[in-house]
Structure formats: C-alpha cells, structure tokens
C-alpha cells in the first residue's frame, strides 16, 4: 500500500493504521528529516528479521538504529549519559544525527546482536515521530540504497513503492526525501566522534 501523509500535519487515522500494520508485525518504509527508511517495531523479531532479508544481511551484523519520539524514548534504552554530550544531543535533536550510545539491556538481543550499542534518532519530522508517538515505543530504523551508480538513495516515495510494494506492507508518501543520510556521532567512549558526515553538522551544536 502506498499510503499519503501530510509532512506538516499528520492524519491521526492514517497514522493509526501504520500504527496497527507495526502492532501485527508489519513492515514499512517511512520519511525522517533525512532519506526514507525501512522500519519496524523493535520488539518484533520476525520483522526485524524480515528486514535482514529485504537488506540480504545477517541481523547480528546490522547497524539498525532506533527512532524515538523524545528523550524519555532514548533513555529508556541506554546507559546514563555524560551532561556535556547529553547538552549537545539536546541541541542537535530532534535533527538529522544518529548518536551512537551504550546500550542497556532493555535494547532486544537481536536487534543490538553482539554489540553493546545502540544508534538513536529523533528526526525533525513530524510523520515518523508521530508514528513512534502513538505506538509508544521506538521503532527499527535502516536507510532505503538506491543501486544507482550516481545517487546512493531514492527521493521520490512513488519510485520507492514501485521498487518495495511486494516485500514492505505500507510504503508512505511523505513528499521527497533528502540524498544525504544522517550524521553519525559515537558517543559510545565518551567523547563525540563523527564516523559519517551526513547532513547534519555539528559544529553547529557544540
């Protein structure tokens, strides 16, 4: 299903029903602030699981992320975090930056695998967050590649339908995306390491 959402206001009844298609173990791709993603609800294993074979990787090598609706969501799956990085992820999100951080073990063993991080996002995008809002919990995070030798990820969500409409059960129409990913930020030592320039920049924050 290619399903329209208002980037600015949200439908409450659409947003229901991804919520629904999540709670029965459904798989989606949705717009962040950044480039489309693949998504479930991370306490679904055959979901996550499902995603591994969309991607045709192993779950314990993945590098999924988890998006959160505020940071109530992110502290609930990580250890305490240091106040002069926590005063910077609070100027960054929500923002196109995914902050490595150590896990705690409310975090699904398959979804961490062997690691002992998590990635966590707060886009700057209301469709997404309130995905997240009304299911309650985070949701499963991946970036949609595009083969293209030119461009590494697809704008356009019609083009994305085309591709994924028979291995993804709704894909949302939330107007063109971004080609740039997130930054990504570890934290997981301490200090703040940028390990991909994206589109967030954050000199900008610090």
């Given at each position: 299903?290619?399903?329209?959402?208002?980037?600015?206001?949200?439908?409450?009844?659409?947003?229901?029903?991804?919520?629904e298609?999540?709670?029965?173990?459904?798989?989606?791709?949705?717009?962040?602030?950044?480039?489309?993603?693949?998504?479930?609800?991370?306490?679904?294993?055959?979901?996550?699981?499902?995603?591994?074979?969309?991607?045709?990787?192993?779950?314990?090598?993945?590098?999924?992320?988890?998006?959160?609706?505020?940071?109530?969501?992110?502290?609930?799956?990580?250890?305490?975090?240091?106040?002069?990085?926590?005063?910077?992820?609070?100027?960054?999100?929500?923002?196109?930056?995914?902050?490595?951080?150590?896990?705690?073990?409310?975090?699904?063993?398959?979804?961490?695998?062997?690691k002992?991080?998590?990635?966590?996002?707060?886009?700057?995008?209301?469709?997404?967050?309130?995905?997240?809002?009304?299911?309650?919990?985070?949701i499963?995070?991946?970036?949609?590649?595009?083969?293209?030798?030119?461009?590494?990820?697809?704008?356009?969500?019609?083009?994305?339908?085309?591709?994924?409409?028979?291995?993804?059960?709704?894909?949302?129409?939330?107007?063109?995306?971004?080609?740039?990913?997130?930054?990504i930020?570890?934290?997981s030592?301490?200090?703040?390491?940028?390990?991909?320039?994206?589109?967030?920049?954050?000199?900008?924050?610090?």
């Amino acid at each position: 299903m290619l399903l329209q959402i208002h980037p600015d206001n949200p439908e409450p009844r659409k947003i229901r029903m991804v919520v629904e298609c999540l709670n029965d173990g459904g798989v989606i791709i949705y717009p962040t602030d950044t480039v489309y993603g693949l998504g479930c609800d991370i306490y679904k294993t055959a979901s996550v699981e499902r995603i591994c074979q969309i991607k045709g990787i192993q779950p314990e090598k993945s590098n999924f992320s988890i998006v959160c609706y505020n940071f109530s969501h992110l502290s609930d799956f990580t250890k305490h975090i240091d106040t002069p990085i926590f005063r910077v992820m609070r100027r960054a999100m929500p923002g196109p930056f995914t902050f490595i951080l150590p896990a705690n073990g409310k975090v699904p063993k398959l979804f961490k695998g062997r690691k002992r991080t998590v990635g966590v996002r707060i886009p700057d995008n209301n469709i997404c967050r309130q995905i997240v809002k009304e299911l309650d919990h985070p949701i499963m995070s991946t970036s949609i590649h595009d083969e293209d030798k030119i461009k590494d990820y697809t704008t356009d969500p019609e083009i994305i339908y085309d591709k994924y409409k028979n291995l993804v059960d709704i894909v949302i129409d939330g107007g063109f995306g971004h080609n740039k990913p997130s930054t990504i930020v570890d934290c997981s030592d301490g200090s703040l390491t940028i390990t991909r320039q994206g589109l967030g920049k954050l000199e900008e924050y610090m």
